[in-house]
């Protein structure tokens, strides 16, 4: 009888039932152990628990049915059958890790057990049959560990209570290290962590191997609704659906002696992406040393001189997993006792430079399309690429301090803090940090999000630190040795500088080097790899990237990163400076038309000029300028010390100005007295600008001979109707001017979708706008029924229930307020098939929803300059899979 | 050649071209006197301008058209071959009315002028050809007459400044009444208004009387769009696009001589639906002295005794117009010198009581059927039968000091006002008031609209007062004779007592009476005609009506007035009394889940009685109650003042009050931390909303025996797991309750369609509801994305340019929100077939709203009780319009 056939519903696969197209039931890890088998790699035998089994879990109210403990063992007992072991045999015992693997890779987050199946018995057995005399010691370390982890993992108790109990043992003995513990301290040490077990639990450790076997894999499902994961799935957009696997797999131990040692390596170099075995093993070690940064490991060529054939043995399987994923891999492996174990492999994290040039190179070796290369670039991680580096020159002068790994590029300066929840708290009161630590570990990274940068003492290029700044595209210098940590009393002491909690320092990630104080960085060099990578991107896009930019600056920058337009000028960010807010002030007092046409008359030159200078940067690149926006009230000071002041400079009491600030006050501002609805009210307002942007247009295109033609955007608009009253007043004074300058020139007027009355009246509305741009940010909003400025106060309970998965302000919701995006675009095309469709809310960076508004048809998005090649990938990425007609 | 053959496009049709079908085009009076003419009655010659050249009036950029203007010639020029006169010919000259005539009758909107074609050359042709000494006068009080109306009407120069030419002539003179003026002196005012009318326009009075013509008719479409017009059309919802017609009409002279007179007349009584001729004229008078309410007109009755032929004459015409339309009929007839002419038909305006009476007879003289008549009756108009009238005891006792006419029924108490501005701010600020004036005028539209009712010392049945008030179902007394009216020093005098402004009075719009003071009122009582009216709407309507109630005493007048069941039940109207307000406040400020729980089980008691209360009045029809649903923050003071005192009660310090309120302060409250989203943070708020309701369904059920299935309702969702998720605790709660209590009990859970998301995503919100009731109140505000409270600001703008014509918080906007309601509809029951539908938001009472609720399949309607036989109604007509399969 064939396995799949004993059970109904199939919840555990042994590693040879499966391979790599099964991650979604099997988990990354178990698809690729499964696919290693298939390749006929060495792998140590194993059965992997279906994420389905996860799910299971619960839906049945966090309890493993009786159905799948069943189906656990009856694969575990396959399983002893293959290996000729037997878990808890004394004789003969089998020892299994237990590990979590979710289907996309979570680095740190789930929870491993290793040397599952110990008791006092298999100990005493071990030791029987022992080969040598150093492994009973062996034998009660990994007892020792054994309880440690599953007394943490699985009942949680924290691993550093036990660390304390070895330092006991330590100084009764008198000495430092744990190398310097013999058999007998080993096997106190595991008296001692029993009595500590039973103390905190009020029962004994376990010692019956099934039960230490069901408890660890409910552990790793329980892992997966812990408040960490949940961190990281809402960070990187993965479903809580999806579930975790189990994988339960014989152990190997590359701590069993000097010939013995585990390692982790990549195919090519993830920082650069260099081609050549890149990693890291220690020997005598189990894999999880080198992972946590505890010891320094040796790089990988090392184990050239030290077990040749070993290394060559595993070159040759790299290559093998390379040339079948077609993609750089990132290899963990075992040596036990002179034998190789391959025990994971997936595709390898890599910084923004790596990726780039593993694409380009993998296509120049013939093994990749470039369609497949696009692909293999995730957009956001360009992000890293476009940050700035230090200066050079300034770096010359700047004083290094100190020298660590170049773990993740990209340059940093900050405060230094030293702990994780510091980096959160001061960073969310605008400050620049540094986190700075001993070493990090996955409570920490929401406070590495917030930071600029991470430095860290201990760890290699491969520990949490690195691993994880590189997925986040963070600036990262590990294992910086010489640091005296003092994290408790928040200084470190470097090449005999103290530095202390909130002085600068300065982190290149791309060197490694650490440098005193503040040292300025210029904008990112754009290297040859990215060029012909791009333009792979652009050759397979369909929409166009603009860019939102209210300044020649900002569109000086964007176009430099590739855009081809502005989608967004924001024209009340023009309102602050000087002049400008006192003009605009007199005009929100002004009784009349005729008193604020007279403040608006001082305005027009500041906006007209602000204008030319936006023209004179984009040619004849398209550039949408969207009339004023806000409410009123956002001009005029709230505090009465303010108003007495502002009131002194219009020449008004304080108590008419005050009045004034009374009568604006709203109940809800965002739907509000703002958008169109001031145009309503003051066409005056709209007139000005209107001047402004056209008499710009006009001198630009006279003094360069461009062909200019200006978009003006109305915002806000709910109602056909009320476009066409402001457009009204748009076109006449547009008309107006133009022919007063007796030359030809387009221009076109559209709208900001971001009402949802906008949306399903998308046909009526479309019949006066040339244009329509969504605004995504008022639109969710509005769609949600929440304000940004007060969501905070709930979507923690929101995220907590799993109510919301993802921030719908950064990442588009498709399901609700993307409908009406979609169904806006129908409507408006269906009354003009010509208009033009983009998108200028923060969702037009982001690559996800830039791949909606790719399905949907838009022509184009728009985002900040900085998120322009993102876009520009994203949409490339979008149309290979999906390619437009 | 015919005549619609002549133009492309015909905009100028003789009476005798059409029929009472073509109002579309020629407007509700014109299609009429074409109809007249069809049946044989003696209607004076004319022509009608249509509805369309209005429109293209507008669309020319309020010009008329040269095409338009030829018609109009030519068509006049056949009229004038017709009646063998002609314009301006002094020999024997044409003379013509203008007056506007829209497809719905807008009493008092539009303007008329007399004696159109009159100038120096004319008057004195007719002079020669006099035919009795007093004729002369009677040309020159014409001539000076049709000055004073083209000055007004035409020019903007108000006709009460030619009112003080005459007093002045009348003051040099020493006489003190219009009839004391002779020939000469009407030739004085002729040549005194022509020099005032000089010196405002700096020409000539318009000689000529083609364009004295073109004038007037522009002048009629130019009213169209005047201040007046736009209000009225908004409170009627009147589309702007319909436009007005023009008459233009040969004069007959009811002011001719004594064998002459002007009348209104209507087939049945107006106030109370009785069967007899119903009316008012004035011997020797033009129309517009009868409806203006300048002079006292005599019943139609006397008409008998006084010209005994036109009196049987007319009454064959009244009953022939009867037969015809099979409709109560409003008709306006001239008698030129002892010759009957008919001017105007039309279905005649009645109270609600007469609507339903003639219904209802009607169907008992089997003129029409019962679904005609249901049709017949405006379902808005019903309001007026529904509110309370004198307290019959305390009317015994309170003083009578004047007696008017019965013109609007109904019971109204406030305190007096003189001007309709001062009604409207009054009214504005909460105040109830009644409107006493001289008389009034389409100026005070609004303010006729914002008082409780309306006192006039002049002015009969037909006066402006009566009939605006009638339509508009308030109460008014009009013509209270005995009234010494000072109305610029805001007092009036009436048997012996000084009224000033501010003073209470109270009046029955049913009696006329007028009473000193307050008097109290009681419930409408329903009478046998309108009892069997509605049950022949009941017998017709599709939809279910339930209510909006919050308490018994609601609840139990909504049951008296026809309700099937609650659609809403808010809870937190309950909570703002003595302990309640103290629990809810300590459930607000407590720092534990704990502290919370303790605080909200003092509020259960009180939560369970209520629904107790209302269980016990509503027996086994269906009751919906919403869970919690505004911010935490209304429930706390903002003042400081009230933070200390309030402090002080929950024993805390001010500081630590005053930061809860900051902290649960929100910039947006309205799209902030309230509905559901409440229960998401704070479950133990749904488990003891909940356990009061289940409780209250179990004590009721057990004491009466009745079988109660309680409707849990739960706000604000926008997203299915957030419905899940607060379905979870309420599930839990009332199963575990009615477990305990050892019954059977059914219960829905189902929840409000307001946030556009929600309608967006109706098919997967469906799968955790039992029924939707679509809260179009919230759900207007997010899909137009203004706040009613802030929206006041700007709608103004708004209706003077004519982007919105009506309040959409008031009537459903069906084009945006009610394409929500209806995609929600349809993707709701694509989930689950057996939803069910309904809506709560205040539009549930409003006619239109309830048509589009009956269109697009929703089960029921909640309104206010004093809607519910409006919706009643309204649904009937519905489901006779589009019958529900």
């Known amino acids: 009888m064939r396995h799949s056939h004993k059970f109904a519903r199939k919840y555990v696969y042994t590693f040879s039932e499966g391979d790599a197209s099964m991650r979604e039931i099997l988990g990354g890890k178990g698809a690729n152990l499964a696919q290693m088998v298939r390749l006929g790699l060495p792998v140590p035998f194993g059965i992997t628990v279906t994420t389905e089994a996860c799910n299971r879990y619960y839906e049945d109210g966090r309890q493993i049915s009786d159905e799948i403990r069943e189906q656990i063992f009856w694969y575990f007992g396959k399983l002893e059958e293959v290996v000729r072991k037997k878990l808890g045999d004394p004789s003969n015992p089998l020892l299994v890790s237990v590990r979590s693997g979710a289907r996309a890779s979570m680095p740190g987050m789930m929870d491993t057990i290793l040397n599952l199946g110990l008791n006092d018995e298999v100990a005493a057995g071990m030791v029987a049959s022992a080969e040598s005399p150093d492994f009973e010691r062996f034998v009660y370390d990994s007892y020792r560990r054994f309880i440690q982890m599953f007394a943490d993992v699985v009942m949680g108790i924290d691993k550093k209570r036990f660390e304390v109990i070895i330092d006991d043992v330590k100084a009764e003995k008198g000495v430092k290290l744990d190398i310097e513990l013999d058999t007998d301290d080993m096997k106190e040490l595991v008296r001692r962590f029993k009595a500590f077990y039973k103390e905190q639990k009020g029962e004994d450790f376990p010692s019956d191997p099934k039960e230490q076997l069901i408890e660890a894999v409910t552990a790793v499902f329980r892992s997966w609704d812990n408040d960490r994961a949940n961190v990281y799935r809402r960070m990187n957009n993965i479903p809580y659906s999806w579930g975790t696997a189990v994988n339960i797999q014989m152990m ?446 006009i001198n630009v295109s006279k003094r360069t001979g461009n062909r200019i033609v200006p978009e003006i955007m109305i915002p806000l608009v709910g109602e056909v109707k009320e476009l066409k009253f402001v457009k009204n007043t748009v076109t006449a004074t547009a008309d107006r001017l133009i022919a007063e300058a007796g030359i030809k020139m387009r221009y076109e007027v559209g709208t900001m979708i971001e009402i949802p009355r906008a949306a399903l009246t998308a046909d009526e509305i479309a019949k006066e706008a040339d244009f329509f741009s969504f605004g995504t940010n008022d639109l969710t909003q509005m769609t949600f029924g929440f304000s940004r400025d007060d969501a905070g106060k709930f979507l923690g309970a929101y995220y907590d229930n799993k109510i919301y998965e993802s921030d719908p302000f950064a990442r588009l919701d498709q399901t609700g307020v993307g409908k009406l995006v979609e169904m806006a675009a129908r409507l408006g095309r269906q009354t003009r098939p010509d208009i033009s469709l983009g998108i200028c809310g923060e969702h037009g960076g982001e690559p996800t929803s830039v791949e909606f508004c790719h399905n949907v048809g838009l022509d184009y998005v728009s985002c900040s300059p900085f998120r322009v090649p993102i876009a520009r990938l994203a949409a490339a990425q979008a149309n290979i899979k999906n390619p437009r007609k």
Not at 351 to 369: H, N, P, R
Not at 436 to 459: F, N, W
Not at 532 to 541: G, N
Not at 589 to 597: G, I, L, P, Q, S
């Open 252 to 697: 190997v131990f590359g701590n069993r002696n000097e010939r013995s040692g585990s390692g982790v390596a990549f195919t090519r170099d993830p920082a650069t992406g260099e081609k050549a075995l890149f990693g890291e093993y220690l020997i005598n070690a189990q894999g999880e040393d080198v992972v946590a940064g505890i010891r320094t490991p040796s790089p990988i060529e090392d184990l050239k001189k030290d077990m040749p054939e070993i290394y060559d043995e595993f070159a040759r399987y790299a290559q093998t997993l390379e040339n079948y994923y077609k993609d750089m891999q990132d290899m963990e492996f075992t040596i036990e006792d002179g034998k190789l174990y391959m025990l994971q492999t997936r595709n390898g994290k890599r910084t923004a430079s790596a990726a780039i040039k593993v694409a380009v190179d993998l296509v120049d070796e013939g093994m990749i399309t470039e369609d497949e290369a696009v692909l293999r670039v995730e957009p956001q991680q360009l992000d890293s690429l476009l940050h700035p580096q230090f200066d050079a020159k300034a770096l010359k002068k700047a004083e290094e301090i100190g020298q660590g790994l170049a773990a993740s590029p990209g340059a940093a300066c900050g405060k230094v803090v030293f702990t994780a929840e510091d980096a959160k708290e001061w960073a969310a009161r605008g400050e620049k940090v540094v986190l700075v630590r001993l070493e990090t570990s996955p409570e920490d990274i929401e406070g590495m999000t917030a930071a600029q940068g991470i430095l860290t003492a201990r760890g290699g290029m491969t520990s949490h630190a690195a691993v994880v700044a590189r997925g986040m595209g963070s600036c990262c210098v590990s294992g910086c040795g010489a640091i005296q940590m003092h994290e408790e009393e928040k200084y470190f002491v470097l090449a005999g500088h103290t530095i202390r909690e909130g002085d600068f320092i300065s982190i290149d990630g791309s060197t490694g080097k650490v440098y005193l104080g503040q040292v300025p960085s210029v904008s990112a060099m754009i290297s040859g790899d990215f060029g012909r990578f791009m333009a792979w991107a652009d050759e397979r896009r369909a929409l166009e990237v603009r860019t939102n930019a209210d300044n020649p600056r900002d569109a000086a920058q964007a176009l430099e990163f590739g855009a081809q337009g502005i989608g967004l000028t924001r024209t009340e960010h023009m309102f602050f400076e000087g002049e400008r807010i006192k003009a605009i002030r007199e005009m929100i007092v002004a009784k009349t038309t005729e008193a604020r046409k007279t403040a608006l008359a001082k305005l027009l030159p500041f906006q007209q000029s602000d204008f030319e200078g936006i023209y004179e940067v984009m040619g004849e690149l398209p550039v949408t300028i969207r009339l004023l926006d806000p409410p009123l009230h956002e001009f005029l000071p709230q505090e009465d010390a303010d108003i007495q002041e502002i009131a002194d400079e219009l020449g008004m009491t304080f108590d008419e100005l005050k009045q004034v600030v009374a009568s604006l006050h709203e109940f809800n501002p965002m739907m509000g007295h703002r958008g169109c609805r001031l145009a309503v009210s003051y066409p005056e307002i709209a007139e000005m600008q209107t001047t402004a942007i056209i008499s710009a247009a």
